[in-house]
């Protein structure tokens, strides 16, 4: 990967519906090239997919929040289990002292408590912490 597919995918991040000869206006590179490395970047796997960013207001119903989870050893079934938890929307995992972030979501007070008890009972989770995201200022 070299400087110019490092400025595409910025600009890919930054709206991935932007047109092929646009980002090769921005770049100053031939349309060609432009589509020849996205082609590349998708099949070496860097670029897995395209996905929809909403504005914070969009889903004023849901409740958002982080979770710090502590992790028994290597257990790698909490990571499984934890994949497929339908209120885990991303799961990252960290150094210090989490071992993985995991990025909740749920329709309501009621269903976030609920989820936050499923995930706690979750053997291997040794210890969590959970913070409510109020507002975003970046998208």
């Known amino acids: 990967m070299d400087d110019t597919d490092r400025q595409l ?3 890919l991040r930054d709206d991935a519906r932007i047109p092929v000869i646009t980002l090769a206006k921005k770049l100053r590179v031939a349309r060609a090239t432009v589509q020849n490395r996205i082609t590349k970047l998708e099949k ?3 670029i ?4 929809v960013r909403l504005k914070p207001t969009a889903e004023p119903a849901r409740v958002r929040a982080i979770m710090s989870i502590a992790v028994e050893g290597k257990n790698v079934e909490v990571l499984a289990q ?5 209120n885990v929307q991303a799961l990252h995992s960290t150094n210090g002292r989490w071992d993985l972030i ?3 979501r749920a329709d309501s ?3 976030f408590d609920a989820a936050l ?3 706690r009972l979750i ?3 040794t210890n969590s912490e959970t913070s409510l995201l109020l507002s975003t200022f970046k998208a």
Request: charged share 20%; net charge negative.
């Open 109 to 111: 007070l009621e269903s």
């Open 82 to 86: 934890l994949r497929g938890h339908s």
């Open 9 to 11: 995918l910025g600009l």
């Open 117 to 119: 008890r499923s995930i």
């Open 102 to 104: 995991a990025e909740l």
């Open 44 to 46: 070496d796997g860097t």
């Open 123 to 125: 053997n291997g989770i």
């Open 48 to 51: 897995v997919g395209y996905t």
